[in-house]
């Protein structure tokens, strides 16, 4: 709990924290298009993300159950014009935690990350989305006791 404190006081509030410089190795690993995309072809490309705990504290990621789960969050693109990150397909930024569950219907699924382990999972993006610069937010706490904190991965470029 200390060390993500310590970690968020370096933040302002309106700042999405890229999850590489803390205790927490968040990042895309993986990326190409849906192999069998379904009768609907809403989405045309899949991400695999990695969640690496490289801290001595146990990691609880809120919204997976199971690492064939994904947890709470989603895609966010870099809005050029507005220079901020934004959800494209409602022109909103991401939010705190306690926002984003007062819209929600379920109480969300936390999953244990163990210090020095690592999980993965995946995400599907739109066609609107190739070409450009993208982050994946979560929400994370040190223990169950505190509220989630969202983080970001590391910026990349959809192709």
């Known amino acids: 709990m200390l060390l993500l404190s310590l970690f968020l006081l370096f933040y302002q509030a309106n700042d999405l924290p890229a999850a590489k410089i803390s205790a927490v190795d968040f990042s895309a690993v993986k990326q190409g298009p849906i192999k069998d995309p379904g009768c609907i072809p809403l989405f045309s490309r899949q991400i695999t993300f990695r969640v690496k705990n490289q801290s001595d504290k146990t990691i609880y990621i809120y919204g997976m159950k199971t690492s064939r789960d994904y947890p709470l969050g989603y895609l966010i693109r870099l809005d050029r014009e507005k220079n901020q990150w934004l959800n494209p397909e409602y022109n909103i930024s ?66």
């Open 94 to 159: 991401p939010r705190p935690y306690k926002e984003f569950m007062a819209q929600a219907v379920y109480v969300p699924d936390v999953y244990v990350l163990p210090p020095g382990r690592s999980v993965k999972f995946n995400d599907l993006a739109k066609k609107m989305y190739l070409g450009s610069r993208v982050k994946r937010f979560i929400y994370i706490s040190f223990s169950r006791d505190e509220e989630p904190q969202m983080i970001t991965s590391e910026e990349f470029t959809l192709r």
